[in-house]
């Protein structure tokens, strides 16, 4: 199975910007997903990475290295709205399943 | 508006009651999902429907019991739950899990249940 790590909490300053961590460890790594959750509410897709490298998009930008089990969600030009959590899943075939795992969330709060 | 809907919102029922969730999702789907989110633990996979097939049932206890009668719905029910059920319990959908693509998954609001 995977051994999915977040940071819990992370704060930060309204306009700056802000990069959450995600390490893994699985046997057969297939894809990782980057998910936003506001409280009360639907967690929502942001990004899915496969291959090495960062994916941008808009204010948010995803980044992954296959080598070092690692992504990170990057936020730019924070807004309140971005006050959130933000779930990190892996996605591992080793067990002929192609759903995925996910890590406890990082709750992101910004300050004014 | 992510296109799955779950019903009741909130519930709160007795250790002897039964209930049960319902979703529905209007994307088109093949594969739909219950998930368990308790405070300050990961997303638990519960049951998941392939083209109204179980597909993985992960060690859940038998007091909830699934039904999936077509590709757009999804029950769960529920009966002689304990306290440590009380929990937030969303339903996704998604395309076929079992192909090599890329696809994410469309969560509704959820349930949150207290089992009193």
């Known amino acids: 199975g995977q051994n999915i790590d977040q940071p819990t909490e992370m704060t930060a300053t309204e306009g700056a910007i802000v990069q959450i961590n995600c390490t893994y460890q699985?046997?057969?790594?297939?894809?990782l997903f980057w998910y936003q959750q506001h409280a009360g509410e639907a967690p929502t897709f942001l990004s899915y990475n496969v291959l090495d490298g960062l994916e941008e998009k808009g204010r948010f930008s995803s980044f992954l290295s296959r080598s070092k089990g690692y992504s990170y969600l990057l936020l730019k030009e924070l807004q309140m709205k971005d006050s959130a959590s933000y779930l990190c899943?892996?996605?591992?075939?080793?067990?002929?399943?192609?759903?995925?795992?996910f890590g406890r969330g990082t709750s992101l709060i910004v300050h004014p | 508006e992510t296109g799955v809907t779950q019903t009741p919102r909130h519930l709160v029922m007795g250790m002897t009651n039964k209930k049960s969730l319902k979703c529905e999702q209007h994307?088109?789907?093949?594969?739909m999902y219950w998930y368990k989110q308790s405070a300050k633990k990961p997303l638990e996979l519960m049951f998941v429907?392939?083209?109204?097939?179980?597909?993985e049932n992960n060690s859940v206890p038998s007091r909830f019991s699934p039904e999936c009668p077509n590709s757009s719905h999804l029950f769960l029910h529920l009966h002689t739950l304990q306290p440590e059920d009380s929990a937030l319990y969303l339903c996704?959908?998604?395309?076929?899990?079992?192909?090599?693509?890329?696809?994410?998954?469309?969560f509704g609001p959820g349930t949150r249940l207290t089992v009193t």
């Open positions: 994307l088109g789907h093949n594969a």
């Open positions: 996704a959908s998604s395309q076929d899990p079992d192909r090599e693509t890329t696809y994410e998954q469309y």
């Open positions: 699985t046997s057969g790594f297939n894809g």
């Open positions: 429907y392939n083209f109204k097939e179980q597909t």
């Open positions: 899943a892996v996605r591992d075939e080793s067990g002929g399943s192609y759903i995925p795992t």
